[in-house]
């Protein structure tokens, strides 16, 4: 039962467009939300991450938003650039409770 | 898809005793494992990386002899932490990916092993 899911696969931008990308969970337990990207052969690292008390948080050109009513989180990047182009994970947690969502490649589009 | 089993899920001892935790690629052969602990509220902290028959490398500030690290084959890696302690009380998640087939630079995540030392 996958308990976060990110229903999109794949999603292409042009350069300077805004990328939004989409994850859904079940669990109403979880309380901390993440992103990760990952590039090719590498672990993922972190992006940015948003506590369930709170509905948005900005780092730069990162934005990610929590909709807990609809169990529904989303990243922005704006503006997209070349170098954004990878594999993005989000990821919910609660107290020994970690799960992936099974990603979204992003190809941003000079 | 790809399959990630870790193994014991949870696990609980006594302080000075040592835990040995299993991460085994099922359905396709794993060249590259990592191991990852989580602290609550934070991301995943990575603490190694580990190439099938080589030595694990580790990020700074894990220590090398405590937490043990083993990737003798190309689908299984052992994590055992050795001397636990109460602090060392967390969870652990492993992944695993490989450089061809199914699960070519894709990484796998296992469930992950909650670990309580007493």
């Known amino acids: 039962d996958q308990q976060v899911k990110q229903n999109s696969p794949s999603l292409s931008v042009q350069e300077g467009r805004i990328s939004i990308l989409n994850c859904d969970y079940t669990?109403?337990?979880?309380?901390?939300f993440l992103w990760y990207k990952k590039y090719p052969a590498e672990g993922p690292t972190f992006l940015i991450s948003?506590?369930?008390?709170?509905d948005k948080n900005e780092d730069g050109r990162f934005t990610v938003f929590l909709n807990k009513s609809a169990k529904h989180l989303s990243l922005h990047i704006v503006p997209s650039q070349p170098g954004d182009s990878a594999v993005y994970f989000c990821?919910?947690?609660?107290?020994?409770?970690?799960?992936f969502g099974t990603g979204t490649s992003l190809t941003v589009i000079p | 898809g790809a399959v990630v089993s870790q193994h014991p899920s949870w696990v609980i001892c006594k302080s000075g005793t040592s835990v040995k935790i299993e991460c085994r690629s099922l359905?396709?052969?794993?060249?590259?494992m990592f191991w990852y602990r989580q602290f609550p509220k934070q991301s995943l902290m990575l603490m190694a990386t580990?190439?099938?028959?080589?030595?694990?490398?580790?990020e700074q500030g894990v220590e090398k002899d405590k937490f043990l690290i083993n990737h003798a084959s190309l689908t299984l890696s052992t994590l055992t932490v050795t001397s636990a302690h109460p602090e060392d009380s967390s969870f652990y998640i492993c992944?695993?990916?490989?450089?061809?087939?199914?699960?070519?630079?894709?990484?796998?995540f296992g469930a992950g092993t909650r670990l309580s030392v007493l």
């Open positions: 992944s695993a990916s490989a450089s061809g087939g199914l699960a070519k630079n894709i990484q796998y």
């Open positions: 990821a919910a947690s609660a107290p020994y409770q970690f799960y």
């Open positions: 669990n109403s337990m979880f309380d901390y």
């Open positions: 948003i506590s369930s008390i709170k």
């Open positions: 359905d396709f052969q794993a060249t590259t």
């Open positions: 580990s190439n099938e028959g080589s030595k694990a490398t580790y």
